[in-house]
């Protein structure tokens, strides 16, 4: 694409929905291992051999697993050395996800120039709420941690076609902030369109779509939503937010007891965020 458009978000955001609409821009595919580890989990053949050898192809992603099983916040007793065991103490349910997760933050190429910053804030955003996530599903009843830890994980998923046509834009990719802004308006409706492609859980399709609504207000328990909307927020340090007014966040009580004041939060999130670094 040559279409050079000076500034306006409203015009980057057309140029956008008419490069995914004509193919030039795809959303992404769900990748092959995570799809061959999904089929044969789906198909209860799989056994820890079959899994550990289909998974260790990628030595990358491996390696990635071995150090979360092995990770403070998820050991179970000593540590283990062989990809067979680490398989199984996580369960091939929690080795699904983030066979999964792990394999959808390698999908874009490494760019330079402002899309390759935001992709490298993107993927380290991605893993901290994930941990997150997992931290306050571990003590938040009928939300599993498992699932928590991928939703953390492809929350953002919606933002990677949105890089892919940023590279493609010399202007674009020069602007941060402008990027930021196209990221912050697309990345939500993209999220969700790629995980129904994907034939994702409903619930997991509406953390891609919803996970911005701060004001969201429910009847019921806490819900997977809930945590990955307080999740993200508690992730972005940065941000001055106000706790009132956010339901999720007082509904996990965090507005009261931050995860700040938590004793060993800090420390079990951090061993669970570096496990997922690569």
Same mark, same amino acid.
């Given at each position: 694409?040559?279409e !050079?458009?000076?500034?306006?978000?409203s015009?980057?955001s057309?140029?956008?929905?008419a490069?995914?609409? =004509?193919?030039?821009i795809? &959303?992404?595919?769900?990748?092959?291992?995570?799809?061959r580890?999904r089929?044969?989990?789906?198909s209860?053949?799989?056994?820890l051999a079959?899994l550990? @050898?289909l998974?260790?192809?990628d030595p990358?992603?491996?390696?990635?697993i071995? #150090?979360v099983?092995?990770?403070?916040?998820l050991? @179970?007793?000593?540590?283990?050395?062989?990809?067979? @065991?680490?398989?199984?103490? &996580?369960?091939?349910?929690?080795t /699904?996800?983030?066979v999964?997760g792990?394999?959808?933050? !390698? %999908?874009?190429? #490494?760019y330079s120039?402002?899309?390759?910053?935001r $992709?490298?804030? *993107?993927?380290?955003?991605a893993?901290?709420?994930a941990?997150?996530a997992?931290y $306050?599903?571990?003590?938040?009843?009928?939300?599993?941690?498992q699932?928590a830890l991928?939703?953390?994980?492809?929350?953002?998923?919606g933002? +990677?076609?949105?890089f892919?046509?940023?590279?493609? %834009?010399?202007?674009?990719?020069?602007d941060?902030a402008a990027?930021d @802004?196209?990221?912050? =308006?697309?990345h939500?409706?993209?999220?969700?369109?790629? +995980?129904?492609e994907?034939?994702?859980?409903e619930?997991?399709?509406?953390?891609?779509?919803? *996970?911005? /609504? +701060?004001?969201r207000c429910?009847e019921?328990p806490?819900?997977l939503?809930?945590?990955?909307?307080?999740? /993200? +927020? %508690?992730s972005? %340090?940065s941000?001055q937010?106000?706790?009132?007014?956010?339901?999720? &966040?007082?509904?996990?009580n965090?507005?009261?007891?931050?995860?700040?004041?938590r004793?060993?939060?800090?420390?079990?999130?951090?061993?669970?965020?570096?496990s997922?670094?690569?």
């Amino acid at each position: 694409m040559n279409e !050079r458009v000076a500034g306006e978000s409203s015009d980057w955001s057309a140029l956008l929905e008419a490069a995914v609409a =004509r193919g030039e821009i795809a &959303l992404p595919g769900l990748p092959d291992l995570a799809l061959r580890v999904r089929e044969a989990i789906a198909s209860e053949s799989a056994t820890l051999a079959s899994l550990a @050898r289909l998974i260790a192809a990628d030595p990358v992603l491996a390696s990635r697993i071995m #150090k979360v099983v092995n990770a403070a916040a998820l050991r @179970r007793a000593a540590p283990v050395s062989r990809l067979d @065991r680490a398989i199984g103490a &996580l369960g091939f349910n929690l080795t /699904n996800s983030l066979v999964t997760g792990l394999c959808l933050l !390698r %999908q874009t190429e #490494k760019y330079s120039g402002a899309v390759g910053e935001r $992709l490298r804030t *993107h993927h380290g955003h991605a893993i901290e709420v994930a941990a997150i996530a997992h931290y $306050l599903a571990q003590s938040t009843p009928g939300v599993d941690e498992q699932e928590a830890l991928l939703a953390g994980l492809i929350h953002d998923i919606g933002a +990677l076609p949105v890089f892919a046509f940023a590279a493609r %834009q010399p202007e674009l990719n020069r602007d941060v902030a402008a990027l930021d @802004r196209l990221v912050a =308006r697309h990345h939500p409706s993209f999220g969700a369109r790629i +995980l129904v492609e994907w034939h994702f859980p409903e619930r997991l399709i509406a953390v891609a779509a919803e *996970h911005e /609504n +701060l004001g969201r207000c429910h009847e019921g328990p806490i819900d997977l939503l809930d945590v990955v909307i307080a999740a /993200n +927020l %508690q992730s972005h %340090q940065s941000v001055q937010y106000v706790g009132v007014g956010v339901p999720a &966040l007082e509904r996990l009580n965090l507005i009261a007891e931050p995860l700040a004041g938590r004793e060993g939060a800090r420390a079990s999130i951090e061993a669970l965020n570096h496990s997922l670094v690569a």
